[in-house]
């Protein structure tokens, strides 16, 4: 009786199990589909590319036609001599309801001699044996277009020339062309003074981000500025800290490597060393051998004034 009873309760588990499986929309086709996406990515193959997609597709944020899609996709392959993709891990499906099923995985980037990763995404749409991609993206893009759709300018207010007054620092963004992901006169944003005799920032490769005021690190008594600067992809973004040095702004520290993670938890960058006259303790995130395993660290260093 009681072995009875314990086969009576093992079959129910794997009942729920294979319910579960099944609320998980797994399916066959369309994870090989996503490899196929992946493989036509890495050949750089928009014929092959364009057999995926749906006449019209959400590509990062934007409505477009699928020849649109393909055109800036074109784009970035010719840009990158060494661009490849590859799926690293498992590819999670979710039933979005409709006849659309959400595909997620961690998507690995070759492009300009770097490797980064990104929370990728791809939405299919259909049925049986026939699907299309309805929509791709990525979790940072995603965050990253909701932060820009709000927010044009930032600002911050400080003593940066050490004249004993306030001066409002306010970053200045670059004519930005999400569809493409580029920007008309190239990705540079500033970052301008309400003193107008205290020089620009220039920051290159930035599309955003929320100017710092860090407060006077290498006690020469200007406050020190920092950025996280917006990308259009990827959590990878190195931290800058400027200081005012004889009317020219410099790196007070190196720049140093940041992720996702990091902010995620409420890290600050760089905050003053209270042990330690003339350094400042940064937290950085350093990425191991091991590619799923993220790194957060604490260094003191040497503050330049």
Not at 3 to 22: M, Y
Not at 169 to 183: F, K, N, S, Y
Request: charged content about 25%; some cysteine.
């Amino acid at each position: 009786m009681k072995n009875t009873i314990l086969l009576s309760i093992f079959c129910l588990f794997i009942f729920n199990a294979r319910v579960g499986l099944a609320q998980t929309a797994y399916n066959p086709v369309i994870a090989s589909l996503a490899q196929k996406w992946a493989a036509a990515e890495s050949a750089k193959d928009t014929a092959a590319m364009s057999k995926l997609f749906a006449r019209q597709a959400t590509f990062y944020g934007k409505k477009l036609k699928r020849p649109e899609c393909m055109r800036l996709k074109a784009n970035i392959y010719r840009k990158y001599a060494d661009y490849n993709v590859t799926i690293a891990g498992p590819v999670l499906l979710t039933d979005k309801g409709e006849g659309m099923v959400q595909s997620s995985f961690l998507k690995q980037v070759i492009y300009g001699g770097k490797t980064k990763k990104f929370e990728a995404y791809l939405t299919w749409q259909g049925k049986g044996d026939n699907w299309q991609i309805i929509e791709e993206s990525d979790k940072t893009t995603d965050s990253n277009l909701v932060k820009m759709q709000d927010i044009k300018e930032h600002t911050v207010k400080g003593d940066f020339n050490g004249d004993g007054k306030q001066e409002t620092a306010t970053l200045v963004l670059p004519q930005i062309d999400g569809e493409a992901m580029e920007c008309e006169g190239g990705c540079d944003s500033r970052i301008t003074f309400s003193d107008h005799a205290i020089p620009d920032i220039v920051i290159t490769n930035c599309i955003g981000g929320t100017p710092v005021n860090h407060g006077d690190l290498n006690d020469n008594n200007t406050y020190e500025i920092g950025i996280n600067p917006w990308w259009f992809m990827g959590c990878w973004r190195p931290y800058l800290v400027y200081t005012l040095i004889n009317g020219k702004w410099d790196y007070a520290v190196k720049p140093f490597s940041t992720y996702c993670d990091q902010w995620e938890q409420g890290y600050a960058p760089i905050v003053k060393d209270k042990n330690k006259k003339g350094y400042a303790i940064i937290t950085y995130t350093e990425q191991p051998e091991s590619p799923d395993e993220f790194k957060v660290k604490h260094k003191s260093v040497l503050v330049k004034r």
